[in-house]
């Protein structure tokens, strides 16, 4: 159980163009859903949290603007890196939680986003 | 920054050898916890320690939690070349209206055959 997919896998795009990532949860409802970037060899940092039906909360130094996160169902999350640039090109991950206080975090096996 | 620290950044040994990694953080926890991450991967969480907790097992792993010093350690014992990832710890804070974990720096583990 406890299950998290992640929408592409890797994705290669032009500067200035969007990209969207779906995050799912597949086999439980997710109340809250985190959105996080790994540049190489670096750990992992939070970006927002994403809560149901609600706007989503950014970290300090997230662009919200380029960042659009969408939490529209309790399965389902996504973050659109809008204009790109190569600058943004990361490793991003997202989690699901089963509910606002919980501390349970499952996390999706990531997407590569390469901006060129 | 929140992030908390892991030291060492990295570390190599033989199979068979114990390897321990330390994490330090800097904030009131509800609990910590270890994952791993292989290359170019997800996380794999491995175990978690409340903070009312000194010590917890699963396995080959053993991890400490000294709330005082606001540090943890991860113990692998008898190491194997398939423990070879990145290893993080992350400590669950209260975030406001969402609980939220913070990520420290990492270690990268080697287990040579």
């Known amino acids: 159980g406890a299950v998290v997919s992640q929408h592409p896998s890797w994705v290669i795009c032009k500067s200035g163009t969007s990209v969207k990532i779906e995050c799912r949860s597949l086999?439980?409802?997710?109340?809250?859903m985190f959105w996080y970037r790994q540049f190489p060899k670096q750990s992992l940092m939070l970006m927002a949290t994403?809560?149901?039906?609600?706007?989503?909360?950014?970290e300090q130094g997230v662009e919200k603007d380029k960042f659009l996160i969408n939490h529209a169902s309790l399965t389902l999350s996504t973050l659109t890196v809008t204009s790109a640039h190569p600058e943004d090109s990361s490793f991003y991950i997202c989690s699901a939680s089963p509910g606002r206080r919980s501390y349970e975090q499952y996390f999706g096996p990531g997407t590569r986003l390469t901006v060129t | 920054s929140q992030q908390g620290e892991e030291d060492p950044q990295a570390l190599s040994i033989q199979e068979g050898e114990n390897a321990t990694m330390n994490c330090s953080y800097k904030?009131?926890?509800?609990?910590l916890q270890w994952y791993r991450q292989n290359s170019g991967r997800g996380l794999v969480h491995l175990i978690l320690i409340r903070s009312n907790e000194r010590e917890t097992h699963s396995g080959r792993l053993r991890v400490t939690l000294d709330t005082s010093k606001k540090s943890s350690s991860l113990l692998i014992t008898a190491s194997r070349a398939a423990d070879t990832a990145s290893y993080f710890c992350a400590t669950a804070v209260y975030g406001g209206a969402t609980n939220k974990l913070i990520f420290g720096t990492g270690t990268l583990l080697a287990v040579q055959p």
């Open positions: 904030t009131s926890i509800n609990n």
């Open positions: 086999d439980f409802q997710a109340t809250t």
């Open positions: 994403s809560n149901e039906g609600s706007k989503a909360t950014y």
